[in-house]
């Protein structure tokens, strides 16, 4: 079957370290998000990728980073710059057409301890 | 101000209730507009989506879009259990090439039994 997986689903983390999120599509998707959920505030766009080797900052990229090595893998990295990680994350694909059908992964929770 | 304002909740309702969930939004460059669920701990799943000013309807879900008035509702007829979930619209202006989503807060509903 066609979908996203995100791998952990928890995920803790010590202060001062870097983790990093893995997100994996196998719907042929050129375009590929990381968003950022905390109670009360939606989803923010961290990251996006519209092509491989390719990605650009969204509106809370800071203390985040990301890479696009193959069109199917598209893992955020939450370094020790990102003052407050903990938090619901959610990578999600869409084609490139004009109907922006998000399609989400099951998210990862990290915690920091 | 926030591009999509969408109050969070949470909302009660019996069971058999009509249930409208709304956004507003400031953008007038908008033309895609999708209503997502999500039950707790797991990723969004898409609704419905309309394109444009219209009504859209599928199944016991009537999807409303009021451009001149930048409003777009969420209908649920004969609320069940199992509706019991967070709402989010969430809304893109692209033509071809990227779309960029932006949520709304979500809505938490219960129906209960």
């Known amino acids: 079957d066609g979908g996203i997986t995100q791998s952990p689903k928890y995920l803790f983390r010590k202060e001062g370290q870097n983790v990093t999120l893995s997100c994996e599509q196998n719907?042929?998707?050129?375009?590929m998000y990381w968003y950022r959920q905390d109670p009360g505030q939606g989803l923010r766009l961290i990251y996006y990728s519209q092509i491989v080797n390719d990605f650009q900052k969204g509106d809370i990229a800071e203390g985040y980073s990301v890479s696009r090595e193959k069109k199917e893998s598209f893992p955020l990295t939450v370094t020790s710059a990102q003052k407050n990680p903990t938090a619901f994350y959610l990578c999600?694909?869409?084609?490139?057409?004009?109907?922006?059908?998000?399609?989400f992964g099951q998210g990862t929770r990290l915690t920091v301890v | 101000q926030k591009e999509v304002e969408q109050d969070p909740g949470p909302l009660s309702v019996p069971e058999g209730a009509i249930v409208s969930l709304n956004c507003t939004y400031s953008?007038?460059?908008?033309?895609?507009f999708m209503w997502y669920r999500q039950y707790s701990r797991k990723g969004p799943e898409l609704l419905m989506y309309?394109?444009?000013?219209g009504n859209k309807e599928d199944g016991r879900f009537t999807a409303q879009v009021d451009k001149s008035s930048k409003y777009i509702s969420l209908f649920i007829r004969d609320s069940q259990p199992s509706d019991s979930a967070t709402y989010l619209c969430a809304m893109s202006g692209g033509a071809g090439g990227y779309n960029k989503l932006i949520f709304g807060a979500g809505t938490r509903l219960a129906v209960h039994p």
């Open positions: 999600a694909s869409t084609s490139t057409g004009v109907i922006a059908e998000a399609f």
């Open positions: 309309t394109y444009s000013s």
């Open positions: 719907l042929n998707h050129d375009a």
């Open positions: 953008n007038s460059a908008f033309q895609y």
